[in-house]
Every structure is written in C-alpha cells, then in structure tokens.
C-alpha cells in the first residue's frame, strides 16, 4: 500500500491477547501500524455488553477515554465488550470512521461496516466475510524468510520432517492419563516410521505431557524445543512436511492450514460442536486429517485468511470513502 494511501488504524479490545492478535493481524496485513485502544467498562456496564452502552466514563469527550478523538479511517476491534464502543466511534465520528469487527457481535450484521466470522458461525450478511480459519500474525515473508534459513536444529533433521505442536487443557478438552499415552505411542509409530519429529510445547501444555512427548523424542533422536530463547514456533511450520497438532486450538489449527503443509490433528477427551465443523471444513479443503501415527495426506492451497479479510478491509474502507465523499 503506497504511502499516501496508508489509513490511520485502531485497534479495540479489551486486551484479550486472542482478540487482539486477530486485529493486530490484519493491521499489519494492511501495512499500517495501529494504535492500540483497550477499552475497560466497569460494572453495571460490562454486564450489559455487547448491546451497550458503553461506560460513560469512557465516554469519547471524557479525559483518558480508549475512544477520545480524533478518530481514526479504520477502527478494527474484536470482543463481546468492544461491540459498544465500536459503535460509539462510529456515532461520535459523525460516520467517517469505517468500521471492522471480528467474530460474531452477537447483535447482528449492523455491528459494523464489515464483520468476519469463521464458517462454523451462524451470522450471514451483505457486509459478513466467511472464511474457514481465523486471521492470525503468521505472515508469509515470515515462513519464506524461515524456510530460506532455518534455525541448524532444524536444518539438520533429515527428511520428511513433522513439526509437533503441543496445546494444552482447554475450556473444551482434557488431556487425562490415557490421553497422553495414546499421543505418546502415536508419534512413537511416527518417528519409528521414519519421520524425523521437531517440536514445542505451549504454555498449556501440562507437565505431563510435556514429559511424554519428549521422551520419544529423545529415544528417537528428534528435536524437541527445551523452553529456553524465543519459541520456534514459525521455523517449526516453515520447515515441516507435515505439522501434528493437538485439538485444542482452533488458532494454532488455522495458523499450521497457512503453510499448506498437511495437519495431522490429535483430539484428546472433549471437544465442541464448533471445533467439530471446523475441522470438517478443514478436512475439505484437504488440509486436515485424524492422527494415526503415520504420515497421511498431501500439500494444498494455503489457507491464508488474514489476508482475504485486509483485502476486505481495504476494499471496504476505499467504498466508504467514495461514499462520504472523505476523498
């Protein structure tokens, strides 16, 4: 995007780090670097959201409120409590304000200008955007510039490669005792197979799992991430010819779909509707298959929402110009 046509940004949330990776994902997909407004209603208020209103101590004309002026072209925002505000830009902008918000508002189409949601959401509209997978911060040039120098752990792996990401206990999964030992003998039958493993853990990943999956590892000579220096979680997806995944994160899912790689999912105790339907998405488009210890599936067209959603967003906001004459 040329400078001269670079949109000042916000990004609303609450500062949710999920809600706000997602908007900062697209911003940067834009090329913009936003501005970050965190929004903090206090009670009765946050009870009534995302209808509103919004708290009037946070109101646009009040001294250190996440909405004070001047408004911004495009303000992105995500979270049930940031519906409120979002709209409130919209009103105290006098409508110049085009208006992005990811995930379902829960109040309908008119929440925004633009809305995404993922396949598996119910909302439908003129101004809804669809897509399988969420929008994330994995940039292409990331995984391109990862592939043309991997970290030398990597790069002296030999081939193929599966990257394992380990999630954790979730609001919807459990990894109980026969969970772990179930993963466990899946990538032994991998490794054995002859398929080098690489991977890392999460910050959910529960100690015992975490044990398990390293002790094949190591009997197998395959590299698991110890803790210490910076996560090599983009090396690992850049670099992997396949990518083992447990169940639990939808994002971590959608973020491994943007390689092209195939994923190999592991499902633990649990699960929900929604994650279900995602998953069969997935398996549609060919980018997901269940885990069973061996390699399965082939390479596909990457799954790159974050930016068909900027593309949206750009487009939208060059519309809304027009259409208020803000040329």
Same mark, same amino acid.
């Given at each position: 995007?040329?400078?001269?046509?670079?949109?000042?940004?916000?990004?609303?949330?609450?500062?949710?780090?999920?809600?706000?990776?997602?908007?900062?994902?697209? $911003?940067?997909?834009?090329?913009?670097?936003?501005?970050?407004?965190?929004?903090?209603?206090?009670?009765?208020?946050?009870? #009534?959201?995302?209808?509103?209103?919004?708290?009037?101590?946070?109101?646009?004309?009040?001294?250190?409120?996440?909405?004070?002026?001047?408004?911004?072209?495009?303000?992105?925002?995500?979270?049930? +409590?940031?519906?409120?505000?979002?709209?409130?830009?919209?009103?105290?902008?006098?409508? $110049?304000?085009?208006?992005?918000?990811?995930?379902?508002?829960?109040?309908?189409?008119?929440?925004?200008?633009?809305?995404?949601?993922?396949?598996?959401?119910?909302?439908?509209?003129?101004?809804?955007?669809?897509? /399988?997978?969420?929008?994330? +911060?994995?940039?292409?040039?990331?995984?391109?510039?990862?592939?043309?120098?991997?970290?030398?752990?990597?790069? $002296?792996?030999?081939?193929?490669?599966?990257?394992?990401?380990?999630?954790?206990?979730?609001?919807?999964?459990?990894?109980?005792?026969?969970?772990?030992? +179930?993963?466990?003998?899946?990538?032994?039958?991998?490794?054995?197979?002859?398929?080098?493993?690489?991977?890392?853990?999460?910050?959910?990943?529960?100690?015992? #799992?975490?044990?398990? /999956?390293?002790?094949?590892?190591?009997?197998?000579?395959?590299?698991?991430?110890?803790?210490?220096?910076?996560?090599?979680?983009?090396?690992?997806?850049?670099?992997?010819?396949?990518?083992?995944?447990?169940?639990?994160?939808?994002?971590? /899912?959608?973020?491994?779909?943007?390689?092209?790689?195939?994923?190999?999912?592991?499902?633990?105790?649990?699960?929900?509707?929604?994650?279900?339907?995602?998953?069969?998405? #997935?398996?549609?488009?060919?980018?997901?298959?269940?885990?069973?210890?061996? #390699?399965?599936?082939?390479?596909?067209?990457?799954?790159?929402?974050?930016?068909?959603?900027?593309? $949206?967003?750009?487009?939208?906001?060059?519309?809304?110009?027009?259409?208020?004459?803000?040329?």
């Amino acid at each position: 995007m040329p400078p001269e046509s670079t949109p000042s940004l916000w990004v609303l949330t609450d500062g949710k780090a999920g809600d706000e990776v997602q908007c900062l994902g697209v $911003a940067e997909r834009l090329g913009v670097a936003p501005e970050l407004r965190r929004i903090n209603p206090g009670r009765p208020w946050s009870w #009534l959201m995302p209808r509103g209103p919004i708290d009037p101590r946070e109101a646009p004309d009040r001294p250190g409120s996440p909405i004070r002026p001047p408004f911004p072209d495009i303000a992105i925002a995500s979270g049930r +409590r940031a519906v409120a505000y979002l709209r409130a830009v919209k009103k105290a902008s006098n409508g $110049a304000t085009f208006t992005v918000f990811l995930k379902d508002p829960r109040i309908g189409p008119d929440a925004a200008d633009l809305i995404w949601v993922s396949e598996h959401d119910r909302l439908r509209g003129e101004n809804v955007l669809v897509t /399988i997978t969420s929008p994330h +911060r994995l940039a292409p040039e990331a995984l391109a510039a990862a592939r043309t120098a991997p970290p030398p752990e990597l790069a $002296a792996l030999p081939f193929p490669r599966a990257a394992v990401l380990a999630g954790g206990d979730s609001r919807h999964h459990r990894f109980r005792t026969d969970d772990i030992e +179930r993963f466990a003998r899946e990538l032994d039958a991998l490794a054995a197979s002859g398929v080098a493993l690489m991977g890392s853990r999460s910050r959910r990943t529960p100690p015992a #799992l975490d044990a398990a /999956i390293a002790e094949v590892f190591r009997r197998h000579g395959g590299w698991w991430w110890d803790g210490s220096g910076v996560n090599p979680y983009v090396p690992l997806l850049a670099n992997a010819d396949a990518i083992v995944t447990t169940a639990d994160s939808t994002n971590m /899912i959608g973020e491994a779909a943007a390689t092209g790689a195939p994923i190999l999912v592991f499902e633990p105790h649990g699960g929900h509707g929604k994650l279900a339907k995602f998953l069969e998405a #997935l398996k549609r488009h060919g980018a997901v298959h269940h885990f069973q210890g061996k #390699l399965e599936g082939s390479r596909y067209e990457p799954l790159d929402s974050t930016g068909t959603i900027a593309a $949206a967003v750009l487009e939208g906001w060059r519309r809304h110009k027009a259409a208020t004459g803000l040329d």
